[in-house]
């Protein structure tokens, strides 16, 4: 089956600098990377995806890349606000339904 | 948009007793189900896949026996916990196919079991 790594496992910065949050996976098969949000004791909140036909997509502060050479797959967060404080999590499907998720990286942003 | 709604939210039960979470697909047919596990500080881990009208499939290393699943209908899944012992404790969440994309993901609301 597939296998996603995510990278780093946490990630302080400061308010209004950048945070990059880097996935790798195994199964070159994989045609679909989310990125999910989440907050304690809540559920997943999808904030951005990318399909392997696409490299790049940009929505406001949040962008991922997608390489599919090498087999990864990047968030970047621009402007960082405290609000972004989270556990993100990366996940590959190459089903169309079934998710790998990645280890989830704790994000603090320090005011 | 695709709602799955996941009861109960927060359950606190006994070392031996069993506990039942539903995941009801309100406005969509669901004729697949996931079930995930959240340990506290850790990542989503896929427990097994309940497919409607057939018997569910289980991810390596779990046990069929304790975490029953049933998917009765196009907009019930359930999964219970037979005798939950406190390693059992852990945020449960199901989810299932959207429909508004081939890749359409739902999440249930989770539920925070707790066993004493």
């Known amino acids: 089956g597939e296998n996603v790594e995510q990278h780093p496992s946490t990630l302080s910065v400061q308010e209004g600098d950048s945070a990059v949050i880097k996935c790798t996976y195994s199964?070159?098969?994989?045609?679909?990377f989310p990125w999910y949000k989440q907050e304690l004791g809540k559920r997943p909140q999808l904030i951005i995806d990318?399909?392997?036909?696409?490299g790049e997509k940009k929505d406001q502060r949040i962008a991922v890349t997608l390489n599919k050479t090498a087999k990864h797959f990047s968030l970047h967060i621009t402007e960082t606000q405290p609000e972004d404080s989270a556990v993100y999590f990366c996940?590959?499907?190459?089903?169309?339904?079934?998710?790998?998720f990645g280890t989830g990286t704790s994000l603090t942003v320090i005011p | 948009g695709a709602v799955v709604s996941q009861h109960p939210s927060w359950v606190i039960c006994k070392s031996g007793t069993s506990v039942k979470i539903e995941c009801r697909s309100l406005?969509?047919?669901?004729?697949?189900m996931f079930w995930y596990r959240q340990f506290p500080k850790q990542s989503l881990m896929l427990m097994a896949t309940?497919?409607?009208?057939?018997?569910?499939?289980?991810e390596q290393g779990v046990e069929k026996d304790k975490f029953l699943i049933n998917h009765a209908s196009l907009t019930l899944s359930t999964l219970t916990v037979t005798s939950a012992h406190p390693e059992d404790s852990s945020f449960y969440i199901c989810?299932?196919?959207?429909?508004?994309?081939?890749?359409?993901?739902?999440f249930g609301s989770g539920t925070r079991l707790t066993v004493v």
């Open positions: 199964d070159s098969a994989s045609n679909y």
């Open positions: 989810s299932a196919p959207g429909q508004t994309t081939n890749y359409g993901y739902t």
């Open positions: 990318i399909r392997s036909n696409v």
């Open positions: 406005d969509f047919q669901a004729t697949t």
């Open positions: 309940s497919n409607e009208g057939s018997k569910a499939t289980y």
């Open positions: 996940a590959a499907t190459y089903t169309g339904n079934q998710f790998y």
